[in-house]
């Protein structure tokens, strides 16, 4: 069965620090751009950060830049989240997915694209900012 696992959320208080980690499973990450996402009661879904399959290739959103970062262990089939600096406003139900579009055919690289491009989505990790 193909499917991510998250984990790492919980209860911080805001400026602490949480690593939240997404395991995959039924694949290999190695040929995947993986994003990860948040929603937020009564809020839709937004990416938050993506990693492509192989240069490292990062984005984040504005909300959370010099907060976060995202790296990937392909041994460990594994994708991170590395959160400092939590605010309220960071809490949220995090997930992750993995950007369904094939690689280039010619570099082997698998980019970050389009909300709609991604899937394989998890059962998400809660995220809770609160002093």
């Known amino acids: 069965q193909v499917q991510f696992v998250e984990s790492g959320g919980g209860l911080v208080q805001p400026g602490g620090s949480l690593r939240l980690s997404c395991a995959a499973s039924?694949?290999?990450?190695?040929?995947?751009?993986i994003g990860w996402f948040r929603q937020a009661p009564g809020k839709e879904r937004e990416r938050v950060s993506c990693?492509?399959?192989?240069?490292?290739?990062?984005y984040y959103v504005d909300s959370v830049k010099g907060r976060f970062t995202i790296s990937r262990d392909n041994a460990k089939n594994t994708v991170y989240l590395q959160m400092n600096s939590l605010k309220p406003e960071d809490t949220a139900v995090y997930y992750c997915?993995?950007?369904?579009?094939?690689?280039?055919?010619?570099?082997?690289?698998?980019?970050?694209?389009?909300?709609?491009?991604?899937?394989?989505w998890g059962q998400g990790t809660q995220v809770t900012v609160s002093s």
């Open positions: 990693i492509s399959s192989s240069d490292g290739s990062t």
């Open positions: 997915a993995a950007d369904l579009t094939p690689p280039d055919m010619h570099t082997g690289q698998a980019v970050c694209g389009s909300f709609g491009d991604f899937g394989y």
């Open positions: 039924g694949f290999t990450l190695d040929y995947y751009a």
